[in-house]
């Protein structure tokens, strides 16, 4: 019995390294991960957000309506609290796909000149692939309602007739 009780802590306490020594690989990745991701979202990540979000309220025109006085008023505050809830699953995403060494070689190009104007042309790139993608996820979807409704019965009629059933 004594020597089950021995063989079993020996046992637990040889799993146990690994899985304490991936928890400490983990951590450090992430705090790896969240390096990167300040660095790499460049340096004036705020005022391009600013630019953004300025650039979609321009498209309100100049409205004086109750709803164009709101939006200006708070998009640009939940814009930025969106993007300071994101940061923390970014750096968990990158923790997740990146080996320790490819994220150390990240910040090292990310630390350099050329690594800076990298970060800040990637925001700009990445805003600017945003568009193209809300445009493009736009077109898609109509065309699938479009093809969708086509085949089957999308009025109102028969939206009301599959609620009621």
Not at 61 to 68: F, K, L, M, V
Not at 85 to 104: C, I, K
Not at 134 to 155: I, N, P, R, W
């Amino acid at each position: 019995m004594r020597l089950t009780m021995v063989a079993a802590l020996v046992v637990a306490l040889g799993t146990a390294t690994p899985v304490l020594a991936q928890d400490a690989g983990a951590t450090h990745r992430l705090e790896l991960a969240q390096r990167l991701v300040d660095l790499s979202s460049g340096d004036s990540f705020e005022k391009l957000l600013e630019q953004e979000v300025a650039t979609q309220l321009a498209a309100l025109g100049d409205e004086r309506t109750p709803e164009a006085v709101w939006m200006r008023a708070n998009l640009p505050r939940m814009a930025m609290q969106m993007v300071t809830r994101l940061m923390p699953e970014l750096a968990t995403l990158y923790a997740d796909v990146f080996s320790e060494g490819e994220l150390e070689a990240q910040i090292a190009l990310y630390e350099t000149p050329v690594g800076r104007s990298i970060a800040n042309k990637s925001v700009q790139l990445g805003v600017r692939q945003a568009t193209i993608l809300q445009l493009a996820m736009t077109g898609y979807l109509e065309e699938v309602a479009t093809k969708y409704c086509a085949e089957f019965d999308c009025s109102a009629d028969a939206a009301a007739k599959a609620q009621s059933r």
